[in-house]
């Protein structure tokens, strides 16, 4: 299979920092792959707060995610800041992609980019429904 490659956004409107807690260290002495996507998921609801909403009612609806994907790029290590980047992309009616890139916040070394395929949906049918206008609107802004 070929391995995943991915180019850093020109540029990321949201930016996050989170610590590397011991809880998040693997037996290999480094964050372990599953903490990694757990900060991730924190950073991206603070990236729904950014914009004044939850991830669990952005006017009236939900956002589930479809896929997710991440290109490993160094180690992370307890006690470290990292530094997460985000950025909406590849917009369609019913969704569009969360880019992000995650560096150790003192360095700068990069750590890992990847992305989340957001879908909304509709809570009441739990089926994928169009995005919010006035979501769309402050997406389409940044």
Excluded at 62 to 75: I, L, P, R
Excluded at 89 to 106: C, H, I, M, T, W
Aim: aromatic fraction near 12%; hydrophobic fraction near 40%.
């Amino acid at each position: 299979m070929p391995r995943l490659q991915f180019q850093p956004a020109a540029r990321y409107p949201f930016v996050t920092e989170l610590q590397i807690y011991a809880s998040h260290i693997n037996e290999g002495g480094h964050l372990d792959n599953v903490q990694l996507l757990s900060l991730v998921a924190e950073a991206r609801g603070r990236f729904f707060a950014s914009l004044g909403y939850s991830v669990l009612d952005v006017a009236g609806h939900v956002f589930f995610v479809g896929d997710q994907a991440v290109q490993y790029k160094s180690e992370g290590f307890h006690g470290q800041t990292l530094r997460i980047e985000m950025a909406p992309a590849d917009f369609n009616p019913k969704g569009f992609d969360l880019v992000y890139r995650v560096s150790e916040a003192q360095s700068g070394r990069e750590v890992a980019l990847g992305k989340i395929g957001l879908v909304c949906v509709d809570p009441g049918s739990r089926k994928p429904s169009a995005i919010p206008e006035t979501f769309w609107r402050q997406l389409q802004a940044l």
